[in-house]
Nanobody
């Protein structure tokens, strides 16, 4: 059984820098694209970032470019999302998900078709 478990969310002050983690079981991250997504209250889910660990390719959505960094612990099945300079607009439930490795070539076209999803971790940014 494949499981993705996110952690690291919570209440953060504006300007804060939390790091989210996504731990996988039942799969090996090396075989997939790993993505971070978020869904803010009343808004649609959006893709935030993704990476293909096998070659280090990454993607960032414009709203987070320069503030968020996706990385992994190659010795473990863990992917991180370092978030910096948070604002209340970053308040959302953050999810990790995995999909076929070729998704890295055009991530936004495939974000709705990821194979496995975690249950999410809530990040609330106070002003």
């Amino acid at each position: 059984e494949v499981q993705l478990v996110e952690s690291g969310g919570g209440l953060v002050q504006a300007g804060g820098s939390p790091r989210l983690s996504c731990v996988a079981s039942g799969i090996t991250f090396d075989d997939y694209v790993i993505g971070w997504f978020r869904q803010a209250p009343g808004k649609e889910r959006e893709g935030v970032s993704c990476m293909r660990r096998s070659d280090g390719s990454t993607y960032y959505a414009d709203p987070v470019k320069g503030r968020f960094t996706i990385s992994s612990d190659n010795a473990k099945n863990v992917v991180f999302l370092q978030m910096n300079s948070l604002s209340p607009e970053d308040t959302a439930v953050y999810y990790c998900a995995v999909g076929p490795s070729y998704y890295i070539y055009k991530p936004t076209a495939h974000f709705d078709n990821m194979d496995y999803w975690g249950k999410g971790t809530l990040v609330t940014v106070s002003s």
